[in-house]
């Protein structure tokens, strides 16, 4: 009975980790707005999520990043000078190689972005 319980419990974890979005790579979004297209270079490590946007700011550090099953959150905070910092707060759904993403920017309706990886 202990065999088949712990056979049971390797099967659903293993099931749930196939299940689990592989975000690692470079992630490109289409132009929108005067800041051009979002670009990602993301990182994985189980449910921590590191690394880096691209944009006309150069390159910034993700931070509070987390990837859930196919769910993912990141930040992004931009040094804007005497205007202060600005932090974007990215959530959404990973799809294969598609990435849906609402961002909310602390101002204004949260902005629905598509990114594909490269």
């Known amino acids: 009975m202990k065999k088949l319980i712990s056979l049971c419990a390797l099967f659903a ?7 689990a979005a592989d975000v690692t790579g470079t992630w490109k979004g289409e ?14 490590s189980g449910s921590t999520l590191t690394g880096t946007s691209t944009g006309r700011n150069g390159e910034t ?3 509070n990043g ?8 990141f930040e992004v905070t931009v040094d804007m000078g005497d205007k202060g910092k600005r932090t974007s ?3 959404g759904t990973v ?3 598609t990435m849906s993403l609402k961002v909310d920017r602390g101002r204004g309706d949260p ?3 598509t990114l594909t990886k490269q």
């Open 13 to 19: 974890l293993t099931t749930v980790m196939a299940m």
């Open 31 to 44: 132009a929108t707005g005067k800041g051009g297209p979002p670009n990602f270079t993301l990182k994985q």
């Open 61 to 63: 550090e993700i931070t």
């Open 66 to 73: 987390k990837v859930d099953g196919d769910k993912i959150y």
């Open 89 to 91: 707060k990215y959530t």
């Open 95 to 97: 799809s294969g190689t």
């Open 111 to 113: 902005m629905d972005i």
